[in-house]
């Protein structure tokens, strides 16, 4: 029999802390390989190596076929909601109007009831209803908007006849948005960015390509912070932006007048599927089921 206070103690009504390290209980942090991460040179919505690159005000890198075409799909996206709204109103309207005629044939049908008397109609001898009539002290003439109500009705019980709620279509946005930052974004923003490479090296295709900074002659990675001058695109590692064209007011390539405004930092890392910036920690929280012994894996809380 094991003792009382060891850790193979399974005769308790809850879980001990080497029972729940065993099972996985609590937050588990795993720091994300290479494969999660896109490259820095790789395009936010193809993932793949960019093909003349374009960037926003952001620092968001896509390819300018990819970004033209997402910018295209949203302004047709946007033309289909704006004739869906539209439609919606035009419904709108025809049924208010339709619903003025009607309460008004409704008050008129009311009015001539008042005045001239509702007396039954019977078309045989044994007294039987008409179609518009009534018949006892407790029935209720049937107007044309209720009988219409009444034959138009859907049978709930019946999953062909269930009526379904009318779907509201808000006004919609005219703006194109960033699909990377969700920013507005338009196409006379974006700018072409041109890398420079590393001709020292001869590499066997066109997708090994090694890109290098013009000023300091460093090779570019994930790990170096760059900027990118939206007047002529040329691309930097920050340290020699901040050192050098922050001061000079002038692009050390082309010597195109820049300001600081110009100086874009592109941003590193990944999008949904990847992760991205410096906090490269994948988290999950685990939960135990009561009663159940198996645990159920939730994404840890924002801090």
């Known amino acids: 029999m094991p003792q009382r206070h060891s850790k193979n103690n399974n005769d308790l009504a809850f879980f001990t802390y080497d029972e729940k390290r065993k099972l996985g209980y609590g937050t588990q942090k795993e720091r994300l390989g290479k494969d999660s991460i896109k490259p820095f ?85 044994n007294h039987s209803r008409d179609k518009n009539g009534f018949h006892g002290a407790n029935s209720v003439k049937v107007t044309s908007f209720e009988e219409e109500a009444l034959r138009t009705m859907k049978a709930f019980w019946l999953p062909s006849a269930t009526p379904e709620a009318p779907v509201k279509v808000d006004t919609p946005s005219t703006s194109t948005v960033c699909p990377e930052g969700k920013e507005k974004l338009k196409l006379k923003t974006l700018f072409p960015i041109y890398f420079t490479e590393d001709e020292s090296e001869q590499k066997k295709s066109n997708l090994d390509k090694t890109y290098i900074c013009p000023s300091c002659k460093v090779t570019l990675t994930n790990t170096l912070p760059l900027v990118a001058v939206s007047s002529c695109g040329h691309v930097f590692c920050k340290k020699c932006a901040d050192r050098f064209m922050a001061v000079d007011k002038v692009c050390l390539v082309c010597d195109k007048p820049c300001r600081e405004r110009n100086l874009v930092t592109l941003e590193k890392g990944g999008t949904g ?13 685990k939960h135990l089921g009561s009663g159940s012994g198996l645990g159920l894996v939730r994404p840890a809380a924002k801090t």
Do not use: W
């Not at 008129?108 to 008397?117: E, I, M, R, T, V």
């Not at 991205?276 to 999950?284: M, Q």
């Open 41 to 125: 040179d790789a395009c936010c919505l193809c993932l793949k190596p960019f093909i003349d690159p374009m960037s926003c005000q952001k620092g968001h890198v896509f390819c300018k076929e990819c970004i033209l075409e997402c910018l295209l799909a949203q302004k047709k996206d946007i033309q289909r909601k704006l004739a869906a709204h539209a439609a919606q109103q035009k419904q709108e309207k025809e049924e208010e109007e339709e619903r003025l005629i009607l309460e008004k044939a409704r008050e008129l049908d009311a009015f001539d009831q008042q005045n001239h008397g509702a007396l039954p109609q019977y078309n045989d001898k």
């Open 273 to 285: 599927f990847a992760g991205h910036g410096d906090h490269l920690e994948a988290t999950d929280f």
